[in-house]
């Protein structure tokens, strides 16, 4: 039984990077059947992914923020992490990772609160 739980701090001064981590128990995120994805949504907005990272470690991400965004892992923590650069207050959401499987999100933390603001 996979969890995942994200942490980081829930307030960014604009400009700032946003920094999240996600903790994974329960599946290896080496795991070559899956792979490990961040998505938000902001307030009366729909869900936005964001990018993703697999098994190897490669990465891709959302045409709209590949310029700003980054994630990485520490496979011996069993965690991987989001930046986001250059933050504006229309960043401001619940961010969420994910677990994906045969190219579904299927599995969710319970999300967590970023504001930014100065």
């Known amino acids: 039984q996979v969890q995942l739980q994200e942490s980081g701090p829930g307030l960014v001064k604009p400009s700032q990077t946003l920094s999240l981590t996600c903790t994974v128990s329960?599946?290896?995120?080496?795991?070559?059947?899956?792979?490990w994805s961040w998505i938000r949504q902001p307030p009366g907005k729909g869900l936005e992914w964001m990018g993703v990272i697999f098994y190897d470690g490669k990465t891709s991400y959302s045409p709209s923020l590949k310029s700003r965004t980054s994630i990485s892992r520490d496979t011996t923590k069993n965690i991987f992490s989001l930046q986001l650069s250059s933050v504006t207050p229309e960043d401001t959401a619940v961010y969420y990772c994910?677990?994906?499987?045969?190219?579904?999100?299927?599995?969710w933390g319970q999300g967590t609160q970023v504001t930014v603001s100065s």
């Open positions: 994910t677990r994906i499987s045969y190219w579904v999100p299927r599995d």
């Open positions: 329960g599946e290896s995120i080496t795991n070559n059947n899956y792979a």
